[in-house]
């Protein structure tokens, strides 16, 4: 049983930071290149960040380049998303994901997996 767990979301006062956890089990997790997305309601869901398998590669939407770093921890079986400077446009339900790629680091096909989400909320 595959399962992707995040944590640390949470309200912030804009300017402040956050960093988001998740969990993951059931996969070889050090296989996998690992990805974050965001979804605001009645929007379609966003690419923030990805990390590749090999924990050389990484990839930034241009909307939080500079203010996030995504990172892996191998032998916890967890990814990270460290996010700074926060802004009120941040405000959004995160997902975690777990995928083998194919698709580009931005598509949602690249994807097999996904945690339940967890809710930031940025107030300005």
């Known amino acids: 049983q595959v399962q992707l767990v995040e944590s640390g979301g949470g309200l912030v006062q804009a300017g402040g930071s956050l960093r988001l956890s998740c969990a993951v089990s059931?996969?070889?997790?050090?296989?996998?290149?690992m990805g974050w997305f965001r979804q605001a309601p009645g929007k379609e869901r966003e690419f923030v960040a990805g990390?590749?398998?090999?924990?050389?590669?990484?990839r930034y939407a241009d909307s939080v380049k500079g203010r996030v770093t995504i990172s892996r921890d191998n032998a916890k079986n967890t990814v990270y998303l460290q996010m700074n400077s926060l802004k009120p446009e941040d405000t959004a339900v995160y997902y975690c994901?777990?995928?083998?790629?194919?698709?580009?680091?931005?598509?949602?096909?690249?994807?097999?997996?996904w945690g339940q989400g967890t809710q930031v909320t940025v107030s300005s």
């Open positions: 994901a777990a995928g083998a790629g194919g698709a580009g680091w931005d598509s949602s096909a690249s994807y097999n997996y």
């Open positions: 059931g996969l070889t997790f050090r296989l996998y290149g």
């Open positions: 990390i590749g398998w090999s924990d050389t590669s990484m």
